[in-house]
């Protein structure tokens, strides 16, 4: 069984930066790859950058590369996204899965992932 906290959400203007976290707690270190979704209102869950403890290059979502970066801290189970150059168009909840394989991969695919958590908002104005 497998929790995830997702923590730093908030509110920014467009140009901004923010910095989200999600610890993952049980039984995670038999491997795992991890991932950032988000949804807006009134439209679909989009994946966003996702990364595997095994290693590999992340994968990002076309609107999010060379603003996002997805990073994963092996000790403290901990994957992170800092968003940078916010656009208002970023405003969604923002959700962390994990998938718990070995050899999983980098994915963005809602159905790739298992556990989800429970979303932090984050806010972009204008």
């Known amino acids: 069984q497998v929790q995830l906290r997702e923590s730093g959400g908030g509110s920014v203007q467009a140009g901004g930066s923010l910095r989200l976290s999600c610890e993952a707690s049980g039984n995670t270190y038999s491997g795992y790859c991890m991932a950032w979704f988000r949804q807006a209102p009134e439209k679909e869950r989009e994946g966003v950058a996702g990364?595997?403890?095994?290693?590999?290059?992340?994968i990002y979502a076309d609107s999010v590369k060379g603003r996002f970066t997805i990073s994963l801290d092996n000790a403290k189970n901990t994957v992170y996204l800092q968003m940078n150059s916010l656009k208002p168009e970023d405003t969604a909840m923002y959700y962390c899965a994990l998938r718990s394989s070995y050899f999983c991969r980098p994915s963005v695919s809602v159905r790739d992932y298992t556990y989800w958590g429970q979303g932090t908002q984050v806010t972009v104005s204008s």
């Open positions: 990364i595997s403890l095994g290693g590999g290059s992340p």
